[in-house]
């Protein structure tokens, strides 16, 4: 099976229990949509496990990105990586266990993927003249920060779906939960991801409490709360 989540933030636990819930396996397939890091106590522990998981597809978010960002100017004004990879871990509870190797796999990260039925990016695809840009032509500012896709009148005709977080959900619904929008006159509860134009997957975590992924092949999602 595949399946799609964004904006973990930090919650190893959470993320666990969920793989847990749904049974993840070898032979499934998992699309992690950027915001591993921050926020939650355990960041680092978390992109490494994502980023050591060979069926897993990582992109970057805009704290993956604003994390290099950090580290680059720290390397530049202190003339050196050491000093900078220092400043870096003790951004995190968990710094220890940063390393340049982590590093380089975060700053190697694809801004965007696409599969035969869907495209998954952080933020969405941005509106250029009226119309969405193919990610291929944006740049990664408008990937991991863009903030208009999710507003409700931006609706994708044609083309893959596109999956996407990085604002949570309650925002607009005041619901920790995974929101579809089908395209026109599809169901409003089908099974096919096709049948929607977009997917929004930030549940909120770091407020809420609620972790969340939907399963592509059947539309189903499944979350876990906070104890």
């Known amino acids: 099976m595949t399946y799609c989540i964004s904006d973990i933030h930090g919650h190893y ?6 793989m847990e819930k749904i049974r993840f396996s070898g032979g499934d397939r998992l699309y992690v949509l950027g915001d591993m890091i921050d926020k939650g106590p355990e960041s680092i522990r978390l992109v490494r496990l994502l980023l050591s998981m060979p069926n897993a597809v990582c992109v970057a978010g805009n704290h993956e990105y604003d994390l ?7 390397a ?3 003339e050196g990586c050491s000093k900078a990879l220092q400043r870096i871990r003790a951004l995190y509870a968990d710094g220890e266990l940063l ?14 993927t696409k599969t035969e039925r869907f495209i998954g990016v952080h933020a969405g695809l941005p509106v250029r003249g009226g119309r969405l840009m193919p990610p291929e032509e944006a740049i990664p500012e408008q990937l991991v920060y863009d903030r208009r896709f999710k507003d409700p009148d931006i609706l994708p005709e044609g083309g893959r779906c596109v999956l996407y977080g990085h604002t949570p959900v309650c925002y607009l619904t005041g619901r920790d939960e995974i929101l579809f929008y089908p395209r026109a006159g599809a169901r409003a509860d089908s099974s096919d991801i096709s049948d929607y ?8 975590v770091s407020m809420s409490g609620v972790l969340g ?8 999602c ?6």
């Not at 390393?99 to 190697?108: G, N, P």
């Not at 134009?197 to 909120?204: A, E």
């Not at 499944?222 to 104890?227: G, I, L, M, N, T």
């Open 76 to 78: 530049e004004q202190q």
């Open 222 to 227: 499944f979350y876990v709360r906070a104890d």
């Open 68 to 74: 290099m960002k950090y580290y680059e100017g720290f």
């Open 13 to 18: 636990g959470l993320f666990c229990r969920l």
């Open 213 to 220: 992924c939907v399963q592509i092949e059947t539309c189903r």
């Open 99 to 112: 390393d340049r190797d982590t590093l380089h796999a975060l700053e190697a990260l694809p801004y965007f």
């Open 197 to 204: 134009c977009k997917v929004h997957l930030d549940t909120g």
